[in-house]
């Protein structure tokens, strides 16, 4: 189809009116370049300026906030006098980085105004800019962030080697006035198109994890970065986080938001909602002041101070000094602070671990298997550590770390005791599972 069939076809779609202006003006600008001989004086041999800008705004339609994009494009002539110019908008995609998002936008609009010059047999051009990242880019002075922008700047070299020369100048916002004004415009005609649109159509979203359209009600937001995927995938994301023991956080790379606890109400299971609330818990008290119930069937999280306020202090205890008797703040059965088992009435710490009862009991077989396997117990939270292969430098949950073969901590990643690092067959049988 060439110029003259486009344009036809352009004026017999109202909505196309200034899709029809522009080939107009194409189809002018060209006639006027080729109905005169080749001379150095000539047009062609001009410098032209080209002036773009690309605009992100967030806009509230039907109660829905939605991301739209518009560019707006002008080129003149060494007179001034205006050849082309062009507006164009679009709905974005649920956004990731806005920075990201306006430089994306940014390059588009320069391809535009390129691409028009281009079509029109410009081989001069100096471009105008007033976003200074943009033109970094261009010049190899900022990396790209993003495989888009890589793609964006490459295509951009491409449509470069067409020119003789081209130049580019940063400017102030002042100076190009006019291009903003056609992109903001191009916005705002856009957002009337979806605001006057029927209340039934359905306004969907792309999900950056499962690449499905989803309906804007099925987006989850992460409450801090606003990043938004579909539930299903957030629902799996937190899960898996979950069963790994760590809280969830933004699936976006490089972004460190946590997802609220109150937000996960909606994407998990109550049992699973219920795993969320102890580690966030967890996180919130530090692993000294930890403590739990030692009945099996309770084994509720405390802090030091938490159990301590929920045991009533009788006048006797008080005068005799603290028993270390304690009431579980869940299940309100007494247990001893101390050796962490259940109270022991009348009988001191050292005589119950010295018991029958106590040798019969779950926590002292427990203690007798960490002894046989060579288990090492963290004296900061108290969890066992067992030593499947790798070096000998232990790095807890709770953040501690030490020694497997002495205890001693660790301090700035530098042990502090004489113990060697690593038993080589513990190395050579990591590396045997790996390859078998």
């Known amino acids: 189809m060439d110029v003259s ?162 130049e580019r100048f940063y400017v102030e916002k002042n100076d190009i006035e006019f291009v903003y004004k056609l992109a903001r415009d191009a916005i705002v005609s856009e957002v009337a198109k979806w605001d006057s649109s029927d209340s039934d159509v359905t306004i969907t979203e792309q999900c950056k994890i499962c690449f ?34 760590m809280l969830p956080d933004c699936p976006h790379e490089t972004c460190e938001s946590k997802i609220g606890i109150e937000s996960c109400r909606k994407l998990l299971k109550p049992e699973l909602y219920k795993i969320m609330k102890s580690r966030v818990k967890e996180d919130s008290i530090p692993p000294s002041d930890k403590v739990y119930c030692p009945f099996p069937n309770c084994s509720a999280l405390m802090s030091k101070d938490e159990v301590k306020e929920h045991t009533p202090t009788s006048s006797s205890t008080a005068a005799a000094g603290d028993t270390g008797m304690r009431r579980c703040v869940d299940c309100n059965r007494h247990f001893c602070i101390n050796c962490k088992v259940p109270w022991h009435d009348n009988v001191t ?16 077989k427990l203690k007798s298997l960490a002894t046989k396997k060579h288990w090492r117990e963290c004296i900061k939270c108290k969890n066992l550590v067992e030593l499947a292969f790798g070096c000998y430098h232990i790095y807890c949950r709770c953040g501690y770390e030490f020694c497997y073969t002495c205890g001693a901590e660790w301090i700035d990643k530098k042990p502090t005791c004489r113990c060697p690092l690593w038993n080589e067959r513990n190395i050579v049988y990591a590396q045997q599972r790996r390859n078998g």
Request: glycine share 6%; proline share 1%; with cysteine.
């Open 5 to 166: 069939d486009e344009l036809k076809a352009a004026i017999g779609v109202d909505s196309d009116i200034d899709y029809a202006f522009q080939l107009q003006m194409q189809e002018a600008i060209r006639a006027s370049l080729t109905s005169k001989p080749s001379s150095s004086s000539l047009p062609n041999d001009d410098v032209f300026k080209v002036y773009f800008k690309g605009l992100v705004s967030d806009e509230t339609v039907s109660n829905f906030k939605m991301s739209f994009g518009g560019i707006g494009v002008a080129i003149y002539d060494t007179n001034g006098c205006r050849l082309f110019e062009s507006r164009k908008s679009f709905l974005l995609d649920a956004a990731g980085s806005r920075v990201t998002e306006d430089d994306l936008l940014e390059l588009e609009a320069l391809i535009d105004a390129l691409n028009v010059a281009v079509d029109l047999g410009f081989k001069r051009v100096n471009i105008f800019s007033d976003c200074n990242s943009v033109l970094q880019y261009l010049t190899g002075k900022r990396k790209r962030t993003n495989n888009k922008i890589a793609a964006l700047v490459d295509q951009l070299s491409l449509i470069q080697s067409k020119f003789i020369s081209y």
């Open 349 to 364: 710490c050292s005589d119950y671990m010295n018991s029958r009862k106590f040798r019969s009991s779950g926590d002292a």
């Open 212 to 245: 499905e359209y989803i309906d804007s009600g099925n987006i989850f937001p992460v409450n801090k970065c606003l990043h938004r995927y579909c539930f299903s995938c957030m629902r799996k994301h937190a899960e898996a986080k979950l069963l790994q023991g």
